[in-house]
């Protein structure tokens, strides 16, 4: 699964795709004080991005794509 759900922290590793959208929205409804971590992505779907952007919380690890960090992470950083 591209997303793992660890107690407070949600770990995307590699693709991310559309399929995790729903599923994440509900874990990040139903956790107090969510972490996400995107250092391990190399895509992200607009369907997550979307969802991401919607929860508006800080992104507690920042993606090491080079794509990722450039043109999403500026969408993320302003709420």
Known sequence: ???R????TARF??????????PLAEWL????D???????CTGLHTALLQVLVAAGR???V??????????????LGKR
């Open 5 to 8: 759900f660890e107690d407070r």
């Open 29 to 32: 409804g139903a956790v107090e």
């Open 34 to 40: 969510p972490r996400l971590d995107l250092g391990a």
């Open 13 to 22: 590793e590699g693709a991310c795709t559309v399929e995790e959208a729903i």
């Open 62 to 75: 920042p993606p090491e794509d080079a794509f990722l960090k450039g043109w999403v992470m500026p969408v």
């Open 1 to 3: 699964m591209p997303i």
């Open 58 to 60: 800080p992104i507690a």
